[in-house]
């Protein structure tokens, strides 16, 4: 309508300014995609179906985790050592619960997820306890129950009605394509809507969200409870996919998941970063472990491998 | 004059102790510094002057090695240097003192005085670095500080005076203050001001960096004003009057500083009853009608910050009771205090007044976010046209929406902390503390305006201030206080400042 009261939008492009772009961090970056995209077109088999295919279902499974992972960021409280432990205690329970049917099933295992995760959101923003802290308490707390419970074991899935969830919808699989709808809504909570903007406005400050009379507290129960949310949904798809409910479906997710939220170049301190980011560092996660996978690599070099990842990721993101 | 004297001014010119010439500074597109030339006599006292953006810290930071100038001289005792890094200034005996203070609260005073100083041998005299630390401290009228107490201990004004020591103690020559007066109340600027007097008459040459004029002429020999990256005036403070010095500063005749006091008198709107905050307020009892400004002043420390942050409902343990327009204010709820009208705008803008990593326009739109239900949409669109209204209104440039908030002026914050209020009308009173802290006089005549606006459409603003000439400029009623004491409320114009000084100061002395 009112055309002047639009923002002058950016300046044209100058060359200046794209020189000031390109840092060191930015090209070490593009070096670095570059150098993980040779080494996989080098690598005898991963251009193959199934490679693509296992491929996809990791970034799947991981993505969602990180997308998770990324709401806890972007609200100031760096990262959750437990959602892992989450993600198999939700697969135990949505196995447990298949008997009521599907949709119950599904719903089950993502609120425990989320109200799991909002408690310790409560504990974190509340009582303004160290979140690293207090996920990992959370860790052992979560999995020391759970193994009891169990006594270790896994509940396996003896009917096929969560088959549906391992097809694929054309010619998509079916855990990339609800990865891809999770990130879109993910998406549209953080820069649509209000409570996504309270997220990053605690995320960068709470202070002054505090000053200006908001609760910053209820905006980080909210990050957790949506990071266990997500969480849920990749622990459903993966109970799906292995047949089971199991604790060690949930081992090392988290990790995987706090690589993909640094290296995409989510800002660690918080408030600054976006799901595509995310996407983005999910994807190079994945594409890595493929390659060390198929190149013979044991797990213990694949660990070696992720760690010196996110390392250099941390000193890249030095301003 | 003689001849003798006028020969040896000129010598003095010719052969200063500092002499800086043609410095220029680009970044990016900004030209921050063009063709600054500026010198300094041992034992003089140099003012230099300029709004926000005049290229004030840009010459510092040229002159200490934190940037390097792309054109230009340092001559220093008639050698040219270069100074690439800070330490060389420092082996130089160049030496900054920044407006945030580096003291390291868990260490003792005479641990901070020595901290960084490059002169210091790998093994040394224990004996020997306290005696030269307490004569330092003695020499800056400060003796009373213990050495061995812990720097955190030291109020604001003290630990700006251990900040000089430490510079002292490294042989500094020329000592250049940034904004020193920033954060001290009066009477720690007195303490300040001789202590720098003093120092100028042992021969340290200083260049002082400052807003604040009234310290131009008490203490600066000379003035540099400086205007968009270039001196625009180099006098003797002595051929200088105020009201020219902010001319140059703004490069136009400032208009009126101060609005019209309100002065018609209605019900009361806020009231504030028997309030108590824990060590730092006692039982204070204020009142304001619609359309005023009440100032709480005093001393740092006289309880005026805490009586604000009470009210904002940022002190868990306060006890009293608040109205405001017929509302309680239930104390230590900043939610439902504002969901009743009340509204802070913070002292300490980076820390909690606005969100310095986010855009100028979403600062000004904050409050949407934090009103709306969560599940609400926001249509960013309609709040980013909201946003350039609301910067019209509150006199912020619509081409600086888009920057980065933390890259703004003072000035520009506060109006972005100020102006995201003003929008839905749902504020009814505006609480401040120090509101053109560090800001500077042509913003700060804008920001008295906003509040005197804000306050005309049946508001009212409560602020807390320790700038005695702010106080007195833009208040309708002055309530000053003494040790968590409200000493008196004073109407406008039945206040002077000799009289404020003297109820913060030794109010007990008043009726004798």
Redesign the interface.
């Known amino acids: 309508m009112n055309s002047d009261t639009d923002l002058p939008r950016a300046a044209q492009p100058d060359f200046a300014a794209l020189k000031a772009r390109i840092t060191l961090g930015n090209a070490v970056t593009l070096l670095a995609v570059l150098v993980l995209a040779a080494l996989a077109l080098a690598t005898p088999g991963f251009l193959s179906m199934p490679a693509i295919r296992s491929l996809v279902t990791t970034v799947s499974f991981t993505g969602c985790v990180a997308i998770g992972m990324t709401f806890i960021t972007l609200s100031g409280n760096l990262m959750s050592f437990s959602l892992g432990a989450s993600l198999s205690a939700a697969t135990l329970i949505f196995v447990a619960t298949l008997g009521a049917g599907l949709w119950p099933a599904i719903l089950a295992a993502v609120l425990f997820c989320a109200a799991l995760n909002a408690l310790q959101g409560w504990i974190v923003g509340y009582f303004r306890a160290n979140p690293i802290i207090v996920s990992m308490a959370s860790f052992a707390i979560i999995t020391g129950v759970a193994t009891a419970v169990t006594g270790g074991r896994g509940l396996y899935i003896l009917t096929n009605v969560a088959a549906g969830l391992k097809g694929n919808l054309g010619p998509i699989p079916g855990p990339f394509a609800a990865f891809a709808i999770c990130m879109l809504i993910a998406q549209l909570i953080l820069s649509r809507t209000a409570l996504g903007r309270r997220i990053v406005l605690t995320g960068t400050n709470p202070r002054a969200m505090l000053a200006m009379g908001a609760e910053p507290w209820k905006a980080v129960v909210w990050a957790y409870a949506l990071a266990g949310l997500f969480t849920g949904v990749a622990a459903v798809l993966m109970a799906a996919r292995y047949g089971s409910g199991d604790l060690q479906h949930g081992i090392g997710m988290e990790y995987s998941a706090i690589a993909a939220v640094l290296v995409g170049g989510t800002a660690i301190e918080g408030g600054r970063g976006s799901f595509l980011r995310t996407f983005l560092g999910a994807l190079f996660i994945a594409v890595l472990q493929s390659v060390l996978v198929l190149r013979g690599f044991s797990t213990e070099w694949q660990r070696f491998g992720m760690g010196a990842v996110v390392l250099l990721v941390i000193l890249l993101q030095r301003k | 004059m003689s001849a003798v004297n006028d020969k040896l001014a000129q010598s003095q010119t010719r052969n200063p102790l500092l002499s800086m010439r043609g410095i220029g500074k680009t970044y ?2 900004v030209r921050a510094l063009r063709d600054v030339s500026l010198t300094l006599a041992a034992g003089e006292i140099r003012a230099i002057c300029g709004e926000n953006g005049a290229g004030k810290s840009t010459l510092v930071k040229a002159l200490t090695g934190i940037v390097a100038p792309d054109e230009g001289e340092v001559w220093l005792d008639g050698k040219q240097v270069h100074f690439t890094v800070p330490k060389d200034a420092q082996a130089h005996g160049i030496n900054l003192v920044s407006q945030e203070l580096s003291i390291c609260p868990d260490l003792s005073v005479l641990d901070n005085i020595w901290l960084g100083a490059l002169s210091l041998p790998f093994f040394h005299r224990k004996a020997e670095l306290r005696a030269r630390a307490a004569d330092t401290l003695k020499r800056l009228g400060a003796g009373h500080i213990t050495l061995d107490g812990l720097a955190g201990r030291l109020s604001t004004g003290e630990r700006q005076l251990i900040e000089i020591a430490r510079m002292l103690v490294r042989d500094t020559r020329i000592l250049i203050l940034d904004e020193p007066t920033a954060t001290l109340s009066d009477k720690e600027i007195h303490v300040l001001m001789s202590a720098l007097k003093s120092l100028r008459a042992h021969g340290t040459s200083i260049l002082y960096i400052t807003h604040r004029l009234g310290e131009v002429f008490e203490l600066c020999d000379h003035a540099t004003v400086m205007r968009g990256g270039t001196v625009v005036a180099d006098q003797a403070v002595a051929d200088l009057t105020r009201d020219r010095l902010i001319e140059l500063m703004l490069g136009r005749v400032l208009g009126h500083m101060f609005p019209e006091h309100h002065i018609a008198e209605g019900a009361t709107f806020f009231a504030i009853n028997r309030l108590n905050v824990p060590g730092a307020a006692h039982d204070v009892g204020l009142s304001l009608t619609e359309g005023q400004i009440m100032c709480l002043t005093g001393q740092l420390g006289c309880g005026a910050d805490e009586v604000i942050r009470a009210v ?3 002190v868990s343990h306060a006890s009293g009771r608040i109205t405001l327009d017929g509302e309680d204010i239930p104390l230590g709820r ?2 439902v ?3 009743r009208g ?3 705008v ?1 002292g300490d803008r980076a ?8 855009p100028a ?2 600062n000004l739109v ?5 009103e ?7 249509h ?1 669109r309609a709040l ?2 909201e ?3 609301l910067a019209d209104r509150s006199t912020l440039a ?2 600086r ?2 920057v980065r908030t933390g890259d703004l002026s003072g000035g520009n914050q506060q109006k972005l902390a100020f102006g995201r209020n003003i929008g839905d009308g749902a504020a009814k009173l505006i609480l401040m503390i120090e509101p053109t802290r560090g800001i500077d006089v042509g913003a700060r005549a804008e920001i008295y305006r906003l509040m005197r606006d804000f306050c005309e459409r049946g508001c009212a603003i409560l602020m807390a201030s320790s700038d005695f000439a702010e106080v007195l400029g833009i208040a309708d009623v002055v309530a000053t206080m003494f040790r968590g004491e409200v000493v008196k409320t004073y109407k406008t114009g039945h206040l002077d400042m000799t009289r404020l000084i003297a109820d913060v100061t030794h109010p007990e002395e008043e009726d004798a």
């Open positions: 990016g597109e904002a409902g940022l900043p939610e205090a504002r969901r009340v509204r802070f913070s820390e909690e007044g606005v969100f310095i990593d986010r326009w979403e904050a409050p949407r976010f934090v709306r239900s969560g599940a609400r949409l926001v960013n980013r046209n946003a350039a209204a619509r081409h929406l888009p």
